[in-house]
């Protein structure tokens, strides 16, 4: 059994990460899945989804096929979040459901992994309180999910095995992707950022990335596979490199991709401290770059940025804005915005509200600050009550709502470019996709568009989405 440790976590030193080619390995003897299912839910961050796809692969090596069914499975994972309080409520709440059915079906496996199980509260609670959870890994250990099934049956106790480290580069652990026409690829994992809230440093290790030649094969070879869309995925992705070249960062890598011409490409999630003048004007040049960025701000009052360690001022933020705005023509923005940070007065609330009048994003995700044990913020005195947290949280939303329904309006009886994904989930006769701003649109389209970018005229606009219908022939896909 190995639990986490947080103090261990915390640790930064010198030591470089190791690439490591082999790591995962699957033996005959672990092949023990045929005619069994299993099934996965995800909670969380794009790169939660995407580990996700690495436990399918890892599950079907082991010969099990998925489910969408939870019932119907011998097999159950929950790949989890511990980013706020309320994704850690809806693990345990999820736990009490499957604990019946395991009641009744005693042979099935049940794990949990993914970032809550990196936290120590959390670990000593599965530990206690629900012996009967049979695997529980940490975000470090996914290559391990064979061997901790195997041990887990033969040795019928719960298997815990939660690596506290900075983390190495596993480069051979398959991944089954959702979706045909969209694939992430990883650049970078962990971060060294250290927010003062949050618990990503603590979950996910050291920042580290990939080789260059590593991620730029996995790109060619999705092209090939006929990927239209790449998402470049890390926790601070403008970060890329620094930890492994002198002259090498993300403006670079971003460039390299590019020219593999893969139809689109896009990149979460940025930090604007390393948002850096060259990035902007490769994303500028190249036109299969996505004029899209997510680019998260948190607060708009320079008192509560300096307590969340963000390390940019309202000032600065604005002016990295304004040069994205300036020099990408057409860009969309998105942020996210805590509310109810520790201290958060009315008057830093309403420079946060100054703030999105001012940029009047695209989107924005919005939370109310969440204490998560560990980090310096849990430690600040809390003085707002819940109630006002929320009003400030309705009064925030009510002015995204606002510029986002705006922003969407500009496109009215535009024609944009759209990557067809497949039927409307609402709507069987419509189809959906995303313009290359990454808004979602439904469409009047014909299955032979499926997987291919086509120009689509909007015809009406929505808050979250757009609705259009197909107005010229395909471009050259
Ligand atoms: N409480 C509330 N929101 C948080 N986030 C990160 N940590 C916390 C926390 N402790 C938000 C930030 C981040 C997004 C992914 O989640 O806005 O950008
Ligand atoms: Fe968390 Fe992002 Fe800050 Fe890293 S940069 S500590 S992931 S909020």
Redesign the pocket.
């Known amino acids: 059994m190995i639990l986490p440790d947080m103090l261990e976590a915390k640790k930064r030193t010198d030591k470089k990460s190791k690439f490591l080619y082999d790591e995962y390995k699957i033996d005959e003897n672990m092949k023990i899945g045929k005619n069994k299912k299993y099934y996965i839910k995800t909670y969380g961050?794009q790169m939660n989804e995407h580990d996700s796809e690495n436990l399918s692969a890892i599950l079907e090596d082991m010969l099990y096929e998925r489910t969408d069914d939870m019932m119907d499975a011998d097999i159950i994972l929950l790949n989890t979040c511990a980013?706020?309080e309320n994704a850690h409520n809806k693990v345990f709440g999820m736990l009490g459901r499957i604990k019946h059915l395991k009641e009744s079906k005693k042979d099935i496996i049940v794990g949990v992994c993914g970032c809550m199980a990196q936290e120590e509260v959390v670990a000593s609670e599965l530990k206690k309180k629900c012996k009967w959870v049979d695997i529980v890994f940490g975000t470090h250990n996914i290559h391990r999910l064979p061997n901790l099934i195997m041990e887990a049956i033969k040795n019928k106790k719960q298997e815990m095995e939660v690596f506290s480290i900075e983390g190495d580069i596993i480069e051979n652990i398959p991944y089954k992707r959702e979706n045909k026409y969209k694939a992430y690829v990883n650049i970078m994992y962990g971060c060294d950022k250290f927010?003062t809230?949050?618990?990503?440093p603590y979950t996910r290790g050291k920042q580290r990335s990939r080789k260059k030649e590593d991620i730029i094969n996995e790109v060619k070879k999705l092209k090939d596979d006929g990927v239209m869309e790449i998402t470049l995925l890390g926790q601070n992705v403008n970060a890329y490199g620094k930890d492994l070249y002198d002259d090498y960062g993300m403006e670079n890598l971003l460039e390299d991709v590019a020219k593999t011409s893969v139809p689109r490409i896009k990149f979460v999630?940025s930090h604007p401290w390393d948002f850096t003048d060259k990035m902007i004007d490769i994303i500028a040049k190249y036109d299969n770059i996505m004029p899209f960025i997510h680019l998260?701000v948190?607060s708009g009052s320079n008192k509560i940025l300096k307590l969340m360690g963000r390390r940019y001022t309202k000032e600065e933020y604005l002016k990295l804005f304004n040069k994205i705005k300036d020099k990408i023509k057409n860009v969309s923005i998105t942020t996210?915005?805590?509310v109810g940070f520790p201290s958060e007065e009315e008057s830093d609330f309403n420079e946060t509200l100054d703030l999105v009048n001012t940029c009047k994003f695209d989107l924005a995700?919005t939370?109310?600050?969440?204490?998560?044990v560990g980090?310096p913020?849990a430690k600040l005195e809390d003085k707002s009550s819940m109630e006002e947290k929320s009003e400030r949280l309705d009064k925030l939303n009510e002015l995204i709502n606002k510029y986002a329904k705006e922003s969407n309006e500009k496109l009215k009886d535009k024609i944009v470019p759209v990557l067809i994904e497949g039927v409307s989930e609402k709507d069987n006769n419509m189809f959906m996709g995303y313009t290359d701003t990454n808004k979602l649109v439904n469409i009047k389209a014909d299955k032979k568009y499926i997987g291919k970018i086509i120009d689509v005229k909007i015809t009406e606009v929505k808050t979250w989405s757009l609705n259009g219908e197909v107005k010229v022939l395909e471009k050259s896909v």
């Open positions: 961050c980013i706020r927010c809230y949050c618990i990503v999630t998260p948190q996210d915005i805590i995700y939370f109310i600050y969440s204490p998560r980090t913020a």
